[in-house]
């Protein structure tokens, strides 16, 4: 059993990872738009660039992680000096990118293509660092000692992450705030965001230390160290064609949608929808505190019930929960608050489960991190998918014909198209996917069952 000090140092690198991943889609929009007047069309057309193009090189990222050793130290310095840079370059312009809209959104592109790519590989890396940590002890899908032991990591990595969350979400919001109330002009609000990309910094540098020095360690060489690998492209084909991993590829995809579409216009739901927009900080803490705090009750449940039904739980409880925010108008923000804490109950389950339920299915001496690459690939894909919610959005709101659908109904009707109500659809659909993983795992053990018996 790993002692609670290497589990410590493993889940640490959580918190600065996630300040450079879902919080952007949620300030960046709102920080673009408000400070240097670019349409909300266009900010999101460069996210979708600039994720997608970064999408795309995550499967080879992770055959090549896991080809070369995914504890070696380049894989996470490096990018940790490429992610810094960037992160502080997308606060703070320099004046010549100032000078024009287009230049400022090669800028922006520029430096979020720089800040994914980099967080890719240390990112998959992180993840497939987790995932080894118990191939000592592989007893399949169902092995208790690993479901145990991963649940334990995963808890770790995304408690961390929440609080990383928190920091991102908040911070930038009271920066901008404290700036437009006191009169600050541009390069006085650069140079608060400068003292708040060094803090980030730092806090990256520690934890990568943290990690590699203090860390608990995967036991298995050949799966750290696997030079005589497949080639890249037989590799991630032999990943995307296994039967136990692809259904859950599918519903992790679509989860991750819906996880990311409110996400990205959760600002412009606030404003225009609740029109409460110095709450936005307490929406924020209240949706993902109640995430932290529900990491260890879903972690308890799922140790009882198994990764699969608990999370198939929290999606149900996250639908009934999340459809009522279609439902408010100006002044309900009490009500959107006890929705930001129910379906931010519900976001533990969807951070920590579904990492477990992949790794779970990944068999012993097979390539963690050519998994995980495709996982990231998925997660990007779905993050880049929302960026052009704003786009269709603002397509949205000029169609006459929906306007005069929802006279009397609801408000905004294209926003709240966009920001509740596809993704309560994608929620049920993944739920329902999940059932036909539960069945396809059923048949295999019985398959396997019968198979035993008749040898």
């Not at 006279?407 to 996917?433: E, H, M, Q, R, W």
């Amino acid at each position: 059993m790993m002692k609670n000090w290497g589990l410590f140092h493993y889940g640490l690198l959580g918190l600065p990872l996630a300040m450079v991943s879902l919080p952007l889609y949620v300030q960046l929009p709102a920080f673009y738009s408000s400070q240097f007047a670019l349409s909300l069309s266009s900010i999101g057309y460069v996210l979708f660039a600039a994720r997608f193009l970064d999408t795309l090189q995550d499967p080879v990222i992770g055959a090549l992680i896991n080809r070369r050793g995914l504890q070696r130290p380049v894989w996470y310095f490096l990018p940790a000096v490429l992610i810094s840079i960037a992160f502080a370059a997308l606060w703070s312009p320099p004046t010549w990118a100032l000078s024009s809209a287009t230049m400022n959104l090669v800028w922006l592109a520029v430096m979020l293509y720089i800040a994914y790519s980099a967080h890719s590989v240390l990112n998959i890396a992180y993840l497939s660092w987790g995932a080894a940590l118990d191939d000592s002890n592989p007893n399949g899908i169902d092995g208790r000692v690993k479901s145990s032991t991963l649940l334990g990591a995963a808890t770790w990595r995304e408690g961390f992450a929440l609080v990383g969350v928190i920091i991102a979400s908040i911070v930038p919001s009271l920066i901008m705030n404290a700036d437009k109330t006191s009169g600050a002009d541009i390069k006085q609000q650069s140079s608060h965001f400068l003292y708040y990309s060094l803090c980030f910094a730092a806090t990256l540098t520690i934890a990568i230390v943290g990690l590699l020095r203090f860390a608990h360690r995967p036991p298995t060489t050949e799966i750290t160290r696997n030079r005589a690998a497949p080639t890249l492209w037989k590799e991630l084909k032999s990943v995307s064609k296994d039967v136990r991993a692809r259904p859950l590829f599918v519903a992790y995809f679509m989860n991750s949608l819906a996880i990311a579409l409110p996400a990205s216009l959760m600002i412009f739901f606030v404003d225009r929808q609740i029109q409460a927009p110095d709450k936005l900080p307490h929406f924020l803490v209240s949706y993902f505190i109640s995430g932290a705090l529900g990491l260890a009750l879903w972690l308890k449940a799922a140790k009882k019930f198994g990764s699969l039904l608990v999370w198939q739980s929290s999606l149900l409880i996250s639908i009934t929960a999340f459809i009522g925010a279609a439902f408010l108008s100006s002044g309900d923000a009490f009500a959107y608050t006890l929705i930001c804490i129910t379906s931010g109950l519900c976001l533990g389950a969807d951070l920590v489960l579904p990492p477990v339920l992949l790794a779970e299915r990944i068999q012993a001496k097979q390539s963690q991190a050519s998994y995980f690459g495709i996982w990231t690939f998925l997660g990007k894909i779905a993050l880049a998918c929302s960026g052009l919610a704003l786009p269709l959005m603002a397509y949205l709101e000029n169609e006459a014909w929906l306007k005069q659908a929802s006279v009397g109904l609801v408000d905004n009707i294209a926003l709240v198209l966009c920001y509740a109500l596809i993704p309560c659809a994608l929620k049920l659909l993944t739920f329902i996917s999940l059932i036909g993983i539960k069945f396809l795992d059923q048949t295999r053990s019985e398959v396997g069952s019968q198979l035993k018996e008749t040898t």
